[in-house]
């Protein structure tokens, strides 16, 4: 193999699992270092930085930083039950704990730039465009259909999961550095908004339409036969506030765990969710299956919906076929009738969650923005730009429903667009991260990270009392962590972010740090070809998503290999190196956002 | 040195031996010794070859005297029997355990002062008398705890770090133990494990004194230019002269090899060593030609390394004494003590 480029900004930022995970790319082991040391402003506004809605997500990200984080796979075979390090909840400490953070936030632009953006929608891919593009002097129109902000993040996502102030102070943040903001205002033409002259447009309106379920019996049972999402929205504006007491939610991904939870709330006492899939293919995330199923809600695996039965128009129930997984020649999994007769379930009312689409009924699709077969607009999908280079999609409308942490990732993209569009830059020339690498040695083993690792398995966030948040559908489920727990849960945390960093010239191969590493990362062998090499190190590095760090040739003639799978990043190894070949180096990535760091070239005498 | 202890965590696919436990279960507490210390990759080699033949740690007693060296067997083998013996004084203590217990497995660590210099007397009567034993020096050339002086083995000529000249012949452990007998005669180097391994592996399996001098520079005193016993000299001047596999029983052996490559010695335990030949002509089994050969490369200033004696029909100290097969720790005071009658015959035949 060659030696490793680590001067790549890739290199060491993929060994930061959850960060490179991370649709935002949040510096994760910073915010939670800061958290270990009770600065919780400051972990805040790191999060706030990067993910902008870090109370919200630390509720309710789908957190795709979680099943990479290496603590997980560290884990394996030491003990019961490999976990993750709790990083969406230790968000969560942060911006509980935070305090007053106003102060650090910044000030709307003293003077305006004289370019106007409009927005459509103010969900969360909307509002990090705002919050990108105000503090920049841009005069950002923000058209929202509802009366106030928050897109999905307030109409759907149940207030036992998010309580609505969290989201008023975090949607204020954004609209307090002067958006322009106009709720109640559902644009019903791209045309005429086109024809409002705007500098740039944002379409951040969402996947706002539910998938029916057209099986006998919908059309004569409809008065008790819901949509999904619009029923959540019902909820939350008020509109239904009771439910019957048997329900089927249909469908198996978190808008069904939504529901049923909801359901569980306004009066279903005997509510179940059916699927047609098994229970491990479901889409909903693991723990809001297991939230589910802890408040005492059945999920019915394998079933297929045939019909809605009811009794001129009541809704008595549904039948269902009962249905096995089976691999094809292909090896592709099917659905195969079990043969068995269809089962019944009686029932008052259903909620039909089983998916989600978008619609953009108000954009013509004469007005220059080019759209696909499957009715999606055509989008570069670096630059979030359409056809019409001037209008960018972000968040659920660009590429179909994702989750919030996605939208924001797409927000601050489209902002970095609309910047570098707006200063006359090519938009494809996407700006470089800000690297920063700053060793960590204070002494000769001393350094300034706390580099001990706990034994801790992953602590539990408590929850309140079954009984008490069944009764009302505003109390909220997840208490937080306390600070003592939060501090014991950061010290899970492996420091993925300080890296060990070697340099060839140092080295004389005393194999010092071979033998100090616990996870027998560090190998010193004849250099080869990467599927070889990786059999024959000190321990086989079996997971090639993970990358080798290889090192220039040693003159013993031999290279030094890293496999940089479960590094604990303990920093034994460069304790342990007498002539520092080894040294433990933080590597702080940050993207870049828009605003002069992302433009390449000198500002044409616009302020910034 | 390090302040934190090794964290518990391993890597996931550690494996486990015949008797249930891993590499990291023979490990001790983490070295205090400087970074970077050939005894810390000894240790690390102890740790692997008992691992990987299957050694129950309770089985083992770990003996060492006084310096760096001997405070190794505090970072292998925790759950072994240890003793810190005075300095130079633990072959004494090792061949009376010995005596008293001949069912563990024997694991005398010394330094090169230790056993050359103030233990010398020691160290050759526990090898002439062919105690049960394996015997390691963690030979660097110099006093390490005590900051660096040469010891007995520098070479005449080579420098201390501050440019001194040794005058003093140095004695060649290797050449010492061959001359007194030891039937297992090895030298390796802390740098290279490969071969370190499997030469402390054969010894365990050999009955009778094992003696295994390993060069192991020290990265404090004796890692300069001018030091012959530094990661860089030896690596220059390291000639092995054989490689070595431990193959525990002779149903395992499948492999084969060019006629007159390899040579294959059967051990009293059915063991078998196979040493793959680099240098031409040598046979391990000929006392006098290892001496010659040691000899040999050391006027050319090289180091032979590799197992260069074995004498695996060679009888160990229990029976030369013809010895109970039952431990003396094991005998209760109706078989040690024969009674008053007994006693008196023995009287009656003084008279
Ligand atoms: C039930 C449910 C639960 C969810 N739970 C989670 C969760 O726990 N975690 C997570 O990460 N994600 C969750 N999601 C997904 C998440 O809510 C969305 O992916 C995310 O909100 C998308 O953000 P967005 O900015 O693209 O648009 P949205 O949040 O959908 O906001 C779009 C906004 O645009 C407005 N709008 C639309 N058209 C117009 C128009 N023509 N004029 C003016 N305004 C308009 C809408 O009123 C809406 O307010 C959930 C989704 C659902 C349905
Ligand atoms: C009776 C006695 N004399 C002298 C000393 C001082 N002393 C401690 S260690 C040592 C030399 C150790 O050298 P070596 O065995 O080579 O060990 P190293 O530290 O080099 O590994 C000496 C002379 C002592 N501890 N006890
Ligand atoms: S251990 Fe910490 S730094 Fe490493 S991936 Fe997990 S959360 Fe991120
Ligand atoms: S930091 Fe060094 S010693 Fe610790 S696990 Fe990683 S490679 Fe091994
Ligand atoms: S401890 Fe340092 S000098 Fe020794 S092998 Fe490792 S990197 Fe090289
Ligand atoms: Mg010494």
Not at chain 1, 44 to 65: A, H, K
Not at chain 1, 105 to 111: I, K
Not at chain 2, 165 to 192: C, K, T
Not at chain 2, 194 to 202: A, C, E, W, Y
Request: proline fraction near 6%; aromatic fraction near 6%; hydrophobic fraction near 35%.
């Amino acid at each position: 193999m060659k030696p490793t480029d680590i001067s790549k900004p890739s290199y060491f930022h993929k060994v930061v699992d959850c960060q490179w995970a991370c649709p935002a790319h949040t510096p994760v082991p910073e915010y939670i270092r800061l958290i270990a040391s009770g600065r919780y402003a400051d972990a805040y506004m790191v999060n706030w930085q990067s993910n902008v809605f870090p109370g919200i997500l630390g509720r309710t990200c789908d957190r795709p930083c979680e099943p990479a984080c290496r603590r997980g796979r560290v884990e394996e075979n030491n003990g019961e039950k490999p976990e993750p390090v709790a990083i969406c909840r230790l968000k969560r400490v942060a911006a509980d704990l935070k305090g007053d953070i106003r102060a650090r936030l910044p000030r709307p632009a003293a003077s305006k730039n004289g370019k106007r953006i409009a927005c459509v929608g103010a969900g969360p891919a909307s509002l990090t465009v705002a919050r990108d593009l105000l503090p920049l002097g841009y005069h950002v129109t923000v058209f929202e259909g509802d009366a106030k902000g928050g897109g999905f993040m307030r109409t759907q996502v149940p207030r036992f999961r998010l309580p609505e102030e969290v989201i008023d102070e975090e949607v204020g943040y954004i609209l307090d550095l002067g958006a322009d903001f106009r709720g109640n205002t559902r644009i019903d033409s791209m045309k005429a908004l086109l024809g409002q002259g705007y500098d740039a447009v944002f379409v951040g309106s969402g996947a706002p339409r539910g998938r029916d379920l057209e099986i006998p019996g919908r059309a004569e049972a409809a008065a008790h036969i819901h949509i999904g999402i619009d029923w959540l929205a019902s909820v939350y504006f008020g509109h239904v506030s009771a439910v019957g007491k048997r329900v089927i939610v249909l469908g198996g991904g978190n808008t069904a765990m939504d529901c049923c939870r909801s359901a569980r709330r306004l009066g279903g006492d005997e509510v179940k969710v059916i699927v047609r899939s098994g229970f491990e293919e479901m889409k909903a995330s693991p723990w809001e299956k297991e939230d589910a199923q802890h408040e005492g809600i059945p999920i019915l695996n394998y079933r297929v919906p045939k019909a809605f039965i009811h009794d001129k128009g009541r809704l008595t129930g549904m039948s269902f076929e009962l249905v096995r997984a089976e691999k094809d020649a292909r090896g592709r999994r099917r659905l195969v009738p079990t043969g068995q007769p269809d089962e019944f379930h009686a029932c008052d009312e259903v909620l039909v969650a089983v998916g989600q689409e978008n619609a953009f009924p108000w954009i013509e699709r004469d007005c220059g923005i080019a759209f696909d077969d499957s009715g999606m607009p055509v989008l570069d999908p670096q630059t979030f730009q359409s056809s019409l280079p001037q209008v960018l999609f972000g968040g659920d409308a660009a590429f179909g429903p994702k989750n919030i942490i996605w939208a924001v990732a797409h927000g601050h993209e489209a902002a970095v667009s609309i910047d570098k569009l707006l200063n006359g830059e090519p938009t494809a020339e996407r700006p470089q991260p800000a690297v920063e690498v700053i060793s960590q040695k204070m002494g000769i083993h001393e350094w300034s990270y706390d580099s001990d690792i706990s034994g801790d398995t992953r602590h539990k966030v408590p929850w309140a009392s079954a009984e008490k948040t069944l009764k009302s559908i505003r109390v909220e489920v997840e208490l937080g962590f306390d600070q003592q727990t939060a501090w014991k849960e950061a010290q899970r945390c492996l420091n993925c972010d300080v890296q060990t960093v070697f340099t060839p010239k140092l080295c004389i191969e005393c194999d010092g740090c071979v033998d100090v590493c616990p996870m027998d990362c560090i190998s010193f062998t004849a250099n080869g070809e990467e599927p070889e090499l990786r059999a024959r190190l000190s321990a086989p590095a079996l997971n090639a998503a993970q990358d080798l760090y290889v090192s220039a040739s040693l003159p013993t003639t031999r290279v030094m290999v890293k496999d940089e799978d479960v590094c604990l990043h303990c920093g034994l190894c460069a304790e342990r190196c007498p002539t520092g070949a080894w040294d433990m180096q933080k590597y702080l990535f940050e993207t870049s956002k828009a605003g002069p760091a992302c433009r390449t070239r000198v500002p044409t005498g616009e302020p910034a | 040195m390090t302040y934190h202890a090794k964290p518990k965590l391993h890597h996931p696919s550690l494996a486990r031996n015949a008797v249930g436990l891993t590499r990291r279960d023979y490990e001790g507490k983490v070295s205090t010794l400087c970074a970077g210390c050939g005894h810390d990759s000894i240790s690390a080699a102890i740790i692997q070859a008992c691992w990987e033949l299957d050694v129950k740690p309770h089985r083992v007693a770990k003996l060492s005297g006084i310096g760096c060296s001997s405070k190794t067997p505090d970072y292998f083998l925790r759950n072994a029997h240890g003793f810190n013996a005075v300095h130079g004084r633990m072959p004494s203590v090792l061949t009376g355990a010995n005596l008293a217990n001949r069912e563990l497995l024997y694991l005398g660590v010394s330094g090169d002062g230790d056993s050359a210099s103030i233990g010398i007397g020691q160290f050759v009567h526990s090898i002439r008398r062919g105690v049960n034993m394996v015997y390691i020096v963690e030979n660097n050339g110099v006093y390490g705890l005590t900051k660096g002086q040469f010891s007995a083995t520098a070479d005449q000529g080579s420098t201390s770090k501050r440019g001194v000249v040794n005058a003093d012949q140095p004695i060649d452990l290797v050449g010492l133990a061959l001359q007194l007998g030891a039937s297992y005669v090895a030298r390796g180097f802390s740098g290279d494990k490969q071969q370190l391994v499997p030469l402390i592996k054969g010894a365990i399996h050999h009955r009778g004194a094992a003696f295994i001098d390993v060069i192991s520079p020290c990265v404090a005193f004796n890692n300069h230019a001018g030091s012959t016993k530094s990661y860089e000299y030896v690596r220059q001047h390291n000639e092995a002269v054989n490689r070595l596999d431990v193959i525990p029983c002779r149903s395992e052996i499948s492999v084969e090899y060019p006629e007159g490559s390899v040579v294959e010695v059967e051990q009293h335990d059915g063991s078998v060593l196979r040493l793959r030949k680099l240098a031409a002509g040598y046979d391990p089994t000929d006392r006098a030609a290892a001496l010659n050969l040691v000899l040999a490369h050391d006027s050319r200033g090289e180091v032979a390394t590799g197992l260069l004696f074995v004498d695996s029909a060679a009888h160990d100290l229990h029976q030369h004494l013809n010895t109970t097969e039952v431990p003396f720790n094991r005998l209760d005071a109706a078989v040690l003590c024969p009674g008053a009658a007994a006693l008196q015959r023995i009287n009656e035949g003084l008279r």
